[in-house]
């Protein structure tokens, strides 16, 4: 019965953000009518940006964070131990304090860059960026602090999507002067905040994986399973139907 529930929101929800970009068209389109006044439509029309980036962030913060998985590692024939550990680790660790790092200094540099003229926020060097994916890492290894920051990570997720809609409300043109252009390949800011968020999500479900419980003391973690694989499937799947409701907005 939880399943079904579970199952029947996430539908209404992603049928809900396929409708959307149309109904945000149409007050587009009344709001362009009195583009140079303050209406009923072009509050609607600006409050309408912090809907999907809401949403997008109360779903994460129920199904992609508070994992839980099979921890008999004991009595697992398939387990992962010594060097193979150490590595999978120390990548994953990095790779993923690093993201956090640099999504953080993103929404930092939209912030001096759209609201503070004239006082750039400084560049990241190499012992600034090293100290801060050291502090992240730390705040990763215990799981109050894992948890805490996977909120920070999500409100800076909706914080960056508000700055990206004020971008393309005002036709603010984005240049190397902002940090978030060096992603500028993918020709749509809105999809690489998202690709951002989404590698961060799945990095954070596979360390989740490897520190569960008493995993990383025990130095042994089991090998996955087909079961977990599920939530990746559940990740890529949600946020496909995210990555199709800015493609039909845009």
Not at 58 to 87: A, E, M
Not at 143 to 153: C, D, M, P, T, Y
Request: with cysteine; aromatic share 20%.
């Amino acid at each position: 019965m939880i399943i079904k529930n579970n199952t029947t929101k996430l539908l209404v929800t992603l049928s809900f953000l396929l409708i959307l970009p149309f109904v945000q068209k149409q007050w587009f389109n009344l709001y362009s009518l009195n583009i140079n006044d303050i209406s009923f439509y072009s509050i609607l029309y600006y409050l309408s940006g912090s809907i999907c980036p809401s949403l997008v962030c109360l779903n994460s913060l129920k199904n992609y964070t508070y994992y839980s998985f099979n921890n008999d590692k004991f009595h697992s024939i398939k387990i992962i131990k010594g060097k193979s550990l150490l590595f999978l680790v120390s990548i994953n660790l990095i790779f993923l304090s690093y993201l956090i790092a640099d999504y953080i200094y993103i929404n930092f540099d939209l912030i001096f860059n759209l609201y503070l003229e004239g006082n750039n926020v400084p560049k990241q060097d190499i012992p600034q960026l090293s100290f801060f994916i050291f502090l992240i890492s730390i705040l990763l290894i215990f799981k109050k602090s894992r948890f805490l920051l996977k909120k920070i990570i999500l409100v800076n997720f909706l914080l960056v999507s508000l700055h990206l809609w004020h971008l393309e409300i005002n036709n603010i043109s984005v240049d190397d002067q902002f940090h978030i252009y060096r992603y500028f390949g993918l020709n749509d800011l809105n999809l690489i905040n998202l690709f951002i968020l989404v590698a961060i999500e799945i990095s954070f479900y596979t360390w989740s994986f490897l520190s569960y419980k008493t995993n990383l003391s025990d130095w042994i973690v089991p090998k996955p399973q087909k079961r977990d694989v599920i939530p990746f499937l559940n990740i890529f799947i949600f946020y496909f139907f995210i990555i199709i409701y800015y493609s039909i907005l845009t």
